[in-house]
Nanobody, 118 residues
Framework: VQLQASGGGLVQAGGSLRLSCAAS????????MGWFRQASGKEREFVGA????????YYADSMKGRFTISRDNAKNTVYLQMNSLKPEDTAVYYC????????????WGQGTQVTVSS
């Protein structure tokens, strides 16, 4: 499985951004797709995940409300919609895939930089 994240960039505080994660290779319906982020000098942080088959989502408590994950099965693409962005959301955002929804993530994309200016 190969994952390609895109859509990062520079945005002002309060703005929105949508990240995409295109998956290629053998994607099975049981897979889960997740988003993580890592700010400079900090540990990687879980954002949320989505079931490839059902679309069921779950999020880290701190991400609920402003971040929404969705997927387009026909395009093999998962999205992370980020609204009301804050400077503390600045980080490299990574997408990842797990072979079973809710299990650990085995495949990782290269990351896309999101910078939120104040």
């Amino acid at each position: 499985v190969q994952l390609q994240a895109s859509g990062g960039g520079l945005v002002q505080a309060g703005g929105s951004l949508r990240l995409s994660c295109a998956a290629s290779g053998r994607i099975f319906s049981a897979y889960g797709m997740g988003w993580f982020r890592q700010a400079s000098g900090k540990e990687r942080e879980f954002v949320g995940a989505i079931s490839w088959s059902s679309g069921l989502t779950y999020y880290a408590d701190s991400m609920k409300g402003r971040f929404t994950i969705s997927r387009d099965n026909a395009k093999n693409t998962v999205y992370l919609q980020m609204n009301s962005l804050k400077p503390e959301d600045t980080a490299v955002y990574y997408c990842a895939a797990s072979t079973h929804f809710g299990s650990s993530f085995d495949y990782w994309g290269q990351g896309t930089q999101v910078t939120v200016s104040s």
